[in-house]
């Protein structure tokens, strides 16, 4: 099946640091990302949808300004979880959507950890 | 919120026993989606059904989908300890592509 790498896998950052993770897919083109945060032992929250070419669009609650979000590529998405705190330590998903095949493939995950 | 219920929360069998997971959901959909989770890993995409479809087969996975109800339920056949991951469903209602998953069961299947 295609592939979606995340970069970093793993991060710890000092509070009121920013952070950046990057989405790629490596085998097809996806004009439309989508990144997710999932809580220990809780399922996926869609954070927003990211466009190729245009804004992202950006779930209720979540802060635009806090999660910047770049997908400059058709294959590739980042995320810049600004001005860190503790509460944003999480499981950050990314997922690129295969539009022939309806499906989302998704990436290993970025765990961030801040102090 | 819109997101979707699955039952058991958590599921505890043997090797060689069936595991039955269900996924009911809120909104009509133009296909509902099973992911596999191995723990702090991302999801694996498992098998889409959908809305005009009734019963899906891949391996020993299958798939039920019942619209009326909007109801799914997946199926896996003699399973293996490594077979042992949170299963999620998702439903795809057309909405810009996006996808609404359930709450999750956890499967583990010992020897």
């Known amino acids: 099946g295609a592939v979606v790498s995340q970069h970093p896998s793993r991060v710890i950052c000092k509070s009121g640091t920013s952070v950046k993770i990057e989405c790629r897919s490596l085998d097809f083109q996806a004009t439309t990302m989508f990144w997710y945060r999932q809580f220990p032992k809780q399922s996926l929250m869609l954070m927003a949808t990211s466009n190729e070419g245009s804004k992202a669009t950006y779930e209720q609650g979540v802060e635009k300004d806090k999660f910047l979000i770049n997908h400059a590529s058709l294959t590739l998405s980042t995320l810049t979880v600004t001005s860190a705190h503790p509460e944003d330590s999480s499981f950050y998903i990314c997922?690129?959507?295969?539009?022939?095949?309806?499906?989302?493939?998704f990436g290993p995950g970025t765990r961030l950890l801040v102090l | 919120s819109q997101q979707g219920e699955e039952d058991p929360q958590a599921l505890s069998i043997q090797e060689g026993e069936n595991a039955t997971m269900n996924c009911s959901y809120k909104?009509?959909?133009?296909?509902l989606q099973w992911y596999r989770q191995n723990s702090g890993r991302g999801l694996v995409h498992l098998i889409l059904?959908?809305?005009?479809?009734r019963e899906k087969h891949s391996g020993r996975l299958r798939v039920t989908l019942d619209t009326s109800k909007k109801s799914s339920s997946l199926l896996i056949t003699a399973s293996r300890a490594a077979d042992t991951a949170s299963y999620f469903c998702?439903?795809?209602?057309?909405?810009?592509?996006?996808?609404?998953f359930g709450t999750g069961t956890r499967l583990q299947v010992t020897l």
């Open positions: 997922s690129a959507r295969d539009t022939l095949l309806e499906t989302q493939y």
């Open positions: 909104t009509s959909i133009n296909n």
């Open positions: 998702a439903t795809d209602a057309g909405t810009a592509s996006k996808l609404t």
């Open positions: 059904i959908r809305s005009n479809e």
